[in-house]
Each structure stands twice: as C-alpha cells, then as structure tokens.
C-alpha cells in the first residue's frame, strides 16, 4: 500500500475500522455498461446484495479529482445521471485525478484503487478481453494486464461472446492468470452459464478461492485472479438466441467506425435494444449473483488479513 490519499464513505471507513469484509464494485458499468435509470438502480441493488451478504459494498470512481472508496448515496446518484464521464482504465487514472476530473473506473482501474485500499475481493458483470478482429486492430483490454500483475480476485460472469473469447483465455493463460470457473468445468459465457470452452481451473467454494488468493499472495507471485461465476440458469439466455445479435451488433459497430474505448459501450447499448431491454435484465441477474459469491470470498479473506 502507498501513502496516495484515498476517500472512504462513511460505510467503508467504518468496516475498515472494524476489520469487516469489504468488496469493491466498478463504476464504468454504471455510467458506461447500462441506461439511466436502471444503472441507478443496479447499482444500488448490487450494493444492497453486498450487505445482505455481509460485507460492504465499496463502489470505486473518482470525481473532481479524489479518489474515492465507497460512494456516499447522493454521489451515486450524481455518477449515474452524468453526461461524459471519463472511462479511466490503467493509462488515464493518474491524468484525471490530477487534472481534478470525474471518471468511472473500469475493471483495471478499480483493481488499483481496491489494492491501494487493501481491498482483496471486487465483483463486477464481465472483464474487457480480447476484441474480435484483434489481430489487425489490436484491441486487448488492459484488464488483462491488470489481472496479471495486481492481486484483487476478480468474480466476473466470464467474458461476453462479443469479445474473442478463445484469444482472451490464451492472453490470460500467457499471462500466468489463474481463471477459475466457480462450480462447474465451463468457462462462463456471460449471459449463458456455459460456453464451449472448458476453463483452465475449477473451484467449487468461497473457501478454496480464498485460499487459492492467500497462497498466491504467501508464495510472492503478483497479479489476482479471474473468477468465472456463471449466470443463475433461470436468468440466462442461450447462446443460439444471442449469436445473430451479437453479429449484428458488430457489423454496426463496424459500420459506424466505432474504435478503442467506444467499442463495449456501443456494443452493449446495440445489444441491449436488439433484445429490446432483455440482456439487460440478464447482466442484472449476473451482477447479482457476483456480489454476493465476491461477499463470501470476503468473509473468508477477513480472517486472516486481520
Ligand atoms: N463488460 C461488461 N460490462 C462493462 C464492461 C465490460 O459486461 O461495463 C466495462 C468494464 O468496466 C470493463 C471495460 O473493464 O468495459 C472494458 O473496456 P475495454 O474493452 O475498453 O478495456
Ligand atoms: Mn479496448
């Protein structure tokens, strides 16, 4: 941990004073991964399931230049309502806390913010990974790197079939990241609980991903890990229904030249009218149920960081 000053809400001062668990959610989901009001919404659910759990929530963003750990309720409500916001991964947090800007944390950034916290655990919907069409436009989300070299144990619902999924388990495996799916052998598919790939590791509780962070920690290798928690059955939608979607989807993304940083949001939004409002419901299920397994995983690390 560094001396870099941090701003807790009042709830995450407070578990922190009394060693109580604490997961860390991203911003970028709400002011970029899903429509106002519903991202209000969510992200209050999301923070309630949290609780519920036992643990409290410390959504991360940074606004007018603080860094903030744990949002106090009116400022949720302002993020959620903002018009461009910042999407700050790894290269442009440091540019937008000194510059005295408001941004949204993706999942690279909110693992630096929750490790400078000494915050272990953080659940968010899907991680960025590999695009399709990377070998020539060589879109790699930085979460990849982020998850190589920063030890926060990420609960994710996998990676969306609109990324290069193969590619982003081979970046992940290059890079020596353990990617764990929770409770079954396939590598989660986001809004499906299963894909075709089987993923590189299986663990069946909170407590052996608890232990599986501690020896990684005790054995001095950097980086976290990529938990891959699939989506609760009742609340999927198949992989058949969603491929002509996604195709169409990226066709007008192509179309309209959308590149770099605007691509997932764009495609998202497409998705979400495509299924008119249907994948939406689903990435509400699935962040749902990442807080909550994130809560547990917690719980079981508090112990022994105590
Ligand atoms: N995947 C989702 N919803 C999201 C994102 C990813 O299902 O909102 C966001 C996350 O914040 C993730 C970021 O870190 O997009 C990745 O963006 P990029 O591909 O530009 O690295
Ligand atoms: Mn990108």
Known sequence: MTDFPLTFSAEVATA???KRPI???????ITHGMPYPQNLEVARQVEADVRAAGAAPATIAVIDGQLHI???A????ALAQAKNVSKLSRADMAVCIATGGTGATTVAATMIAAHLAGIAVFATGGIGGVHKGAEETFDISADLLELAQTPVTVVAAGAKAILDV???????ETQGVPVIAYGQ???????????????PLRLNSAAEIAAAHLTRAAMGLPGGQLIGNPIPAEDEISAATLAPV????????ETHNITGK?????????????TEGRSLTANIALVRNNARLAAEIAAVLIPADA
């Open 16 to 18: 922190r004073d009394s």
């Open 23 to 29: 997961v860390a959610l991203e911003s970028t989901i």
């Open 70 to 72: 744990g949002l106090e």
């Open 74 to 77: 009116e400022q949720l409500i």
């Open 166 to 172: 193969p590619k982003t388990l081979e970046v992940l």
């Open 185 to 199: 052998d396939s590598f989660p598919a986001f809004w499906s609980a299963t894909s075709d790939l089987t993923a």
């Open 246 to 253: 996604i195709a169409q989807a990226q066709q007008d993304a």
């Open 262 to 274: 605007g691509v997932t949001p764009y495609l998202l939004q497409r998705i979400f009218e495509l």
